[in-house]
């Protein structure tokens, strides 16, 4: 528990410190978002903004996990940190998986810059099922933070920064913005990270079905094994043959 609460600590004092950049991120994440909106409220499309704009910031949930999570994994292999780490008694991973702090926050400061500015224009944006919304977004962060810490078990492996395998971020952009409905919902419902991502964006307008809930959370859970796996095969080699980081000496 000790180490827990010393990784949260890290997290978030290092937030503190780099607000800014925190800050300089999301606005980047925003003008991605408002960009791709604008074609909605140019069009007279406003009623489509509210859906669309939760599938967006999904999205940045999405797209964040591989660079502030997998990311870490140069930034710790370069100051030698890796292996300070371990040689504690402190998992790599566990570390990885604190920066799910900063991930949350980033998000966050885009969404509210993001409803701020479209309220500001008068654009009215409507979440009827809040609830629904919030536990598809509880599902997509687990999700999220299980395809960063892969990404970060691929880096420690092969020394190739795990955002370079990154195919999600871009490829989940533009289905973002793709129509959805119960019935195709339930055909890729099983689908890691689109599933929860399209399910908020559907949540925003309509009550999920029960079954639906059920089946992303057995999608979510059945995912935690075999991270777990990956995570323990990793360890061991790091022990064994160390880390390989592309760095500077």
Not at 94 to 104: A, H, Q
Not at 149 to 164: C, F
Not at 187 to 204: E, N, S
Request: charged share 10%.
């Amino acid at each position: 528990m000790g180490r827990t609460r010393a990784v949260i600590w890290l997290h978030a004092i290092r937030a503190r410190r780099y607000l800014l950049s925190m800050i300089s991120s999301s606005l980047t994440d925003t003008l991605w978002i408002v960009t791709l909106l604008l074609g909605f409220v140019l069009s007279g499309k406003t009623q489509l903004l509210a859906e669309n704009l939760l599938g967006l910031i999904a999205w940045t949930i999405i797209s964040n996990s591989a660079w502030m999570i997998s990311g870490w994994v140069d930034y710790l292999g370069v100051l030698g940190l890796i292996e300070e780490h371990e040689a504690r008694g402190t998992s790599v991973f566990l570390v990885l998986t604190g920066r799910i702090i900063p991930l949350l926050l980033s998000s966050g400061i885009t969404s509210t810059i993001t409803l701020i500015i479209f309220r500001v224009a008068g654009a009215e944006i409507a979440i009827h099922y809040p609830i629904h919304v919030l536990l598809t977004l509880i599902l997509l962060v687990v999700q999220s933070a299980v395809y960063g810490l892969l990404l970060g078990a691929l880096a420690l492996k092969t020394g190739i920064p795990g955002y370079m395998f990154d195919i999600a971020s871009l490829a989940f952009l533009g289905l973002a913005l793709m129509p959805i409905n119960e019935e195709r919902l339930s055909q890729i419902i099983f689908v890691p990270l689109l599933g929860p991502q399209l399910a908020t964006k559907l949540a925003g307008q309509q009550p999920l079905d029960s079954h639906l809930l059920f089946l992303l959370f057995l999608t979510t859970l059945l995912q935690v094994p075999i991270l777990l796996v990956v995570i323990k095969k990793v360890s061991r080699d790091i022990q064994k043959t160390g880390i390989k980081i592309i760095g500077e000496l």
